[in-house]
């Protein structure tokens, strides 16, 4: 598929509550890049983080045979309901053998544009009790957890067939999507003087080794001055370069030495002769804020011909 995009594509992965934690300790998604953050009943007054976009999914032990449900109790106007509001039961149901139980699965939606990334934590209540009682009642079971939003994961601006796609620090992790012929280049910070610089540790034979320069003042330099490391691939060549390439650089003395710092990516590579011309935002990108003045970052997206594709082919929805 030909690609208008350098996007970062998210990898499914289900984090899930850790037990052990104490109340309030803060659960990060840690440095994957998620789809979905998974809160288990081990989750019970935990804080998590996740990212801008991602969805938020509570799993609970039910019955319905003895009447009992979840229901959310409290939450904040900004976080809102989950999606359904009442969840989603799974399990033998009022229908199924007595005792016979199951699970209720509640799902929150992140890409609102008023949930914006915060430190702050939203609360959210959910009560275990049924139908007919009265709320003043205690619950049979209460479950309370926080959750904060950060920023997404940045993604590389869209770059036209045939222009280079150019990587920096904040895209560390990335998927990034290329057709034959575009050149992919890294520029990360460097620092001669102090004896480390960027390594490529692992790359398939396939797309190769880069060429690698430097920007700046170098080994000749000032002590602690530093500079730029720019590595460069090519993505055509004799060997048919279509496919997948996972690339990982290390910050080191020495190819052999230890790393102070790792940048990973993947490269997939298509057929420039694919059929479409564009490619859909990456799931963090579901709503694309294009109000005066739009920002660097989201100008691509917002660009005529792109935004005319993209409303037609991909789940977006726009600001104006």
């Not at 990034?176 to 001669?192: C, D, F, K």
């Not at 002590?223 to 490391?229: H, I, N, R």
Request: with cysteine; net charge neutral; charged share 20%.
């Amino acid at each position: 598929m030909r690609v208008l995009s350098a996007s970062v594509l998210a990898v499914a992965l289900v984090l899930g509550a850790c037990a052990g934690s104490t109340e309030d300790d803060d659960v990060s998604q840690g440095d994957e890049a998620l789809t979905a953050l998974t809160i288990t009943e081990a989750g019970n007054n935990k804080t998590f983080t996740v990212e801008k976009g991602k969805d938020v999914k509570v799993v609970l032990p039910a019955n319905a045979t003895t009447g009992y449900k979840w229901k959310v109790a409290s939450t904040n106007r900004t976080f809102g309901y989950p999606t359904p509001k009442d969840g989603t039961y799974q399990g033998g149901g009022a229908n199924g053998p007595v005792g016979s139980g199951g699970k209720t699965t509640f799902v929150w939606k992140t890409n609102s544009p008023i949930l914006r990334p915060s430190t702050a934590a939203h609360k959210v209540v959910l009560e275990y009790r049924r139908p007919f009682e009265s709320d003043d009642a205690p619950a049979a079971k209460t479950f309370t957890f926080k959750v904060k939003i950060k920023e997404a994961a940045a993604e590389p601006p869209p770059a036209p067939p045939g222009r280079p796609i150019v990587l920096f620090e904040e895209h560390d992790k990335s998927t990034i999507q290329a057709t034959v012929g575009q050149v992919v280049t890294v520029r990360l910070a460097e620092n001669p003087t102090t004896g480390y610089r960027w390594y490529v540790e692992s790359v398939d034979r396939t797309l190769g080794q880069p060429t690698k320069t430097f920007e700046g003042p170098g080994a000749s330099g000032p002590v602690g001055s530093g500079g730029t490391a720019v590595m460069t691939w090519k993505t055509d060549g004799p060997l048919n370069m279509v496919g997948s390439h996972p690339v990982k650089l290390k910050y080191s003395r020495g190819e052999t030495g230890a790393a102070a710092q790792t940048f990973e990516f993947t490269l997939n590579i298509a057929a420039a002769d694919a059929e479409n011309e564009f490619a859909c935002p990456p799931e963090s990108l579901r709503t694309i804020n294009c109000m005066p003045i739009v920002s660097p970052r989201m100008a691509p997206y917002c660009a005529g011909d792109y935004r005319s594709w993209a409303q037609d082919n991909c789940e977006v929805s726009y600001l104006d």
